[in-house]
């Protein structure tokens, strides 16, 4: 029985969700943490780091879409991007699609990811394929942001929950350096969990950004194969914004094409509803 | 074990969510379904239909704000209400909110249903206490609106999904006489499953709405303990659109308090992403 299915636990909140599986395809303790790609039954393959799950590939369109393409249609004119985590690819993929872009880094800390996903995932490892625009950095996340003497435009923080490796991409240091790295009209959007079970995380998030930015709101989505779907990313910018200086020919001019994000869903995503707005709008700044 | 716990199954995508109990506190087979109403650990008070989660105290109260305030805000003078289904009471708890309403009519099939709201979710059968703007009839929905001599401003579907005793709930016939009991200015709200996991019914509905009215939209919120997250309303009005018609004023006029629900929100649920609209935007009517 046990090797038919995944199950991703959500201890605190008592429930779990249990995903019926054809095969394991990838499974490989790393540094940080298990790496594992299964075959599931309904949601295509899935990646999952310590038995959370990633990504899948039937509902990775609509994290990818929505943690690049606000930020990168509010900034006029992003030219350098970087990529924390993301290690699948997927956000680099949907980045790279902007034409404007010239240089897009990705610093990932855990090579493993890296590995699985170039060798089961192609739908979102195409991101990490060769590509004179696009450099992959094996590294600490939060040293390269401490150390890097370059500068961008936007900066997206796709990592994993703040637990294990990805926990001090939460903390206001690391938030200090990327603002100190981010252009004058820069943008960072961050993974930043859900509204509804981690509260208290998004409450201390806001504060650490609000203490930096000028603007600092938060865009909501549904992520289907995360814990109760409501999802959350941060968006903290030094002078655009997400709404009144969003232009939405520059959408349809750019002529890609989505299977989530449009206009319509750019300005509703930035609606957050009352009891989100009790919890973190005192520290959302326009 | 098998106290433990109660597990919804999606046979189609197979998954299971699987929610740890403290215990059961009502279960009985009607002549319709199984009804349930557990004490969860994370959830508070759970209701299931034939293991089918409906709702839990803990965010019962996005479906109920969703399914009502955006059609009773969109209508400037919602007098008449009339719910279909809705058996727990929070869709009226909601309307009876709204002072212009002076009469909510409530149909429900399944008056065990009602029962074990009453005894064990007054969360939301406190909707469903005696008021003289509100009438209970335990009688088939289909019928009803068949038969009745009655028009509404606002008739809200509160269906199960469509199997079992809700399936004619999602027919023309049904449609049809929805129309024929509305008001000149008349908007008909219904439960309208996943945009994700049931594109089919979603297309289907859209179009049965389609050929009667002259203005078809969907609304789209998180509901938590739903498969996925991702859930619809369909919206059908004979005049008033939900958009350009909303004057956000009457939300803060009224000087109700909800815990989901605002006028960003009313405005960027109806933003739907492409690859809804793909299956369903030939059958919206603007």
Chains 1, 2 share one sequence.
Not at 101 to 116: F, H, R, W
Not at 231 to 238: N, Q
């Amino acid at each position: 029985m046990s090797a038919d299915f995944v199950e991703e636990k959500n201890s605190e909140n008592f429930f779990a969700v249990r995903y019926e599986i054809e095969r394991s395809l990838f499974c490989k303790q790393s540094r940080f943490q298990k790496v594992e790609v299964v075959e599931t039954k309904g949601h295509g393959r899935m990646l999952l780091n310590d038995d959370l799950v990633m990504l899948t590939e039937r509902d990775e369109f609509v994290y990818h879409d929505m943690i690049v393409h606000p930020a990168l249609f509010t900034h006029p004119n992003p030219r350098r991007v970087l990529i924390i985590g993301g290690g699948d690819g997927g956000a680099a993929r949907e980045v790279l699609r902007h034409s404007q872009v010239e240089k897009c880094d990705m610093v990932e800390i855990d090579e493993v990811v890296v590995e699985a996903c170039r060798e089961f995932l192609p739908v979102t490892a195409v991101g990490m394929k060769e590509n004179s625009r696009f450099s992959l950095h094996i590294d600490d996340g939060v040293r390269y942001m401490r150390e890097t003497p370059d500068f961008y435009d936007v900066i997206i923080v796709d990592s994993t929950d703040p637990i294990g490796p990805a926990a001090p991409l939460f903390n206001s240091e690391f938030y200090r350096n990327v603002y100190a790295r981010l252009n004058d009209g820069g943008i960072v959007v961050s993974q930043a969990e859900s509204p509804f079970y981690n509260s208290a995380m998004q409450r201390t998030m806001s504060q650490v950004l609000s203490e930096l930015f000028p603007i600092v709101r938060y865009l909501n989505f549904t992520n289907l194969t995360y814990p109760g779907g409501y999802w959350s990313f941060s968006f903290a910018s030094k002078k655009w914004h997400p709404i009144r200086d969003f232009d939405e020919s520059r959408v349809v001019n750019s002529k890609l094409q989505f299977r989530y994000y449009n206009p319509e869903v750019h300005r509703g995503a930035f609606a957050l509803p009352n009891f989100q707005l009790e919890n973190i709008g005192a520290f959302l700044k326009d």
